[in-house]
Every structure is written in C-alpha cells, then in structure tokens.
C-alpha cells in the first residue's frame, strides 16, 4: 500500500520541475495523477512517463490563471476519477525585478499565475473534497513568501500572499476535515532557477554559486520538495494545517 492508495491527486505545473516530481511521487505513493500544465508536450511526457512505470495519470492542458482553465481541468478530472482528494498547486513563474523596473504585464501575469490560480482551483476543488468527507491541499510558496528578495517584488508579493491564503483556507474548511498547507522552497533546481539568471543578466554558474550560500551550501533537488509536499498531502500529515513549511536548506535559518 502507498501513503496516497486509492486517492486521485491533481497537480498543476506539472510538466516540469517540482511539479512534474510532485506528479511522480504521488503516483510512486498509488495516487491515480491529474497532470495539468499549460505547456501540452509537457504534461503528455510526465503522464506517459508515470503509465508506462505502472501508474495511473491523465493530462490535462490548461492555462490555471484563467477561470475557464481551472473549470475544465477540475471538470476533467473528476470525468476521469470521480474527485479531487489531493490538490498541488505547483504552476508558477517569475520575473525578477523592483517595482520600478517591472511591467503592469509582469505584475498582473505573475499575480494571476501564482495566486489567482489557487482561488479559482480551490473554489472548485473544496465543494468536492467536502462531499467527499475530506482532502488536502499543498501550494508552493516560497522561502520569497516569508521574506522579502532583491529584484522580485512581484514574486515576493505573490508569494506572500499564497503564504496567507493558505492560513486563511486552513481556518474556512479544517471543520469539514480538508488541510490546507504550502512548502517554501529554497532555490531548488529547474528550469524556474536558470530563468531568473537570464533575466537578471547574471552568469549562470556564478548565480548558482550564489545561490547555494545557505546552511546546507548548496540548492534544493525537485524530489527533495516533493517529499515534504507528499508528507502534508498523505496521512502522515493528518494534524497538520495552515502551515508554511521551508524546505530550503536552512536558507531562512
Ligand atoms: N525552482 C525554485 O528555486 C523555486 C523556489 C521556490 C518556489 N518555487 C515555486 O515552485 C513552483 C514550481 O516551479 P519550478 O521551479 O518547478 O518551475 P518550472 O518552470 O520548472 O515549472 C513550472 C511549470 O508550471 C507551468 N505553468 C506556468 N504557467 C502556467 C499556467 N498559467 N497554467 C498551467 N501551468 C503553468 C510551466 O509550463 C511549467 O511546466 C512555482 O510555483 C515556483 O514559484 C520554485
């Protein structure tokens, strides 16, 4: 028996990254996964990936900033599965920059990417982990959602604001058994890390150089933030809601 048997687990952001190894972890705990991404050829290979290891998955092509988005990736899953017991909200971006260099652009995307998503999915998703007598939620924040960062202001603000979202649902739905926490990464390496070093004309080794200046001196595996998120999802979590956990080398530390 896996920690997730019999549960079907959606994740988002699920063609890369940290999602796409939140994607496998759960179908190595026997989660069937929900696979959604906006990049198609993406979430394909994560789902034929997990099938083709023995798991079960499904794909679902969406854009999660958009409402219409949101409602078809739930409304496809529960066609395929039934319910939600499980929702990872794990599709994000960036654009690094003070508030003085960022676009309205940058500020309303990354906004909607980040945060908007989280509303329009849990809106949809509560009423069925209700139905169902309980569930789990877990987003990923950020170490950038606890404390501020040079050049990432809308980032930080996004963060910050999953941070407190997360508390604010944990308080709403904990009476009708559904937990709602996040996990702060520190810099963990995808694709996402070596973005920020293009965008902010840094040289990639020296930016990763840097970036590992924390306790553990160095930065994060996509996996290792995946199991804290499959400890939260799972019943080894049972008593744990509204939290904000870093998983980050000791960078907060
Ligand atoms: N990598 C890090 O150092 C780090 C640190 C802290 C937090 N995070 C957070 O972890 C999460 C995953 O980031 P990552 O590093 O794996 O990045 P990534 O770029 O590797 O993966 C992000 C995935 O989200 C998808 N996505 C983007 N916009 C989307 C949309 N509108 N709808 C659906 N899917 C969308 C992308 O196609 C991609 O597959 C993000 O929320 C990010 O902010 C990352």
């Known amino acids: 028996m896996g920690a997730l048997s019999g549960k079907h687990a959606m994740v988002t952001g699920a063609g890369s990254g940290i999602g ?29 990936r997990i099938v083709d290891a023995g798991g079960t998955a499904t794909a679902v092509v969406a854009d999660v900033s958009e409402p219409g988005g ?3 990736a739930v409304a496809a899953a529960v066609e395929r599965h039934g319910g939600i017991d499980v929702l990872c909200n794990a599709a994000g971006i960036i654009r690094r920059g003070s508030v003085t ?8 995307r990354v906004m909607a990417v980040n945060v ?25 924040a950020s170490g950038w959602g ?20 997360t508390r604010a649902m944990a308080i709403d739905h904990g009476p009708r058994g559904i937990r709602v926490n996040c ?5 963990t390496d995808t694709p996402m890390l070596r973005q920020e070093a293009a965008q902010l004309g840094a040289e990639t080794t020296a930016f990763l150089a840097e970036a590992a200046e924390r306790p553990l001196a160095r930065i994060g595996r996509p ?9 939260l999802a799972a019943d080894t979590g049972s008593f744990v809601t509204g939290v904000a956990l870093p998983v980050d080398g000791g960078g907060i530390a």
């Not at 329009?120 to 990923?140: D, K, Q």
């Not at 606890?146 to 979202?165: E, H, I, P, Q």
């Not at 996990?183 to 810099?187: A, E, H, L, R």
Request: with cysteine; charged share 25%; glycine share 8%.
């Open 20 to 48: 796409r190894a939140v994607a496998r972890t759960f179908a190595d705990a026997r989660a069937a996964v929900t696979v959604v991404d906006i990049d198609a050829g993406a979430a394909e290979q994560v789902c034929r």
């Open 70 to 72: 949101c409602d078809r």
């Open 101 to 108: 260099e960022i676009s309205e652009d940058d500020w309303t």
């Open 116 to 140: 908007d998503s989280v509303f329009l999915l849990g809106r949809r998703v509560v009423p069925l982990m209700e139905a169902a007598g309980g569930g789990s939620i877990v987003s990923i």
């Open 146 to 165: 606890l404390k501020g960062g040079d050049r990432a202001a809308v980032y930080c603000a996004s963060k910050a604001a999953v941070v407190n979202l």
């Open 183 to 187: 996990v702060c990464p520190g810099d």
């Open 223 to 231: 996996e290792e933030i995946a199991a804290a998120v499959l400890f």
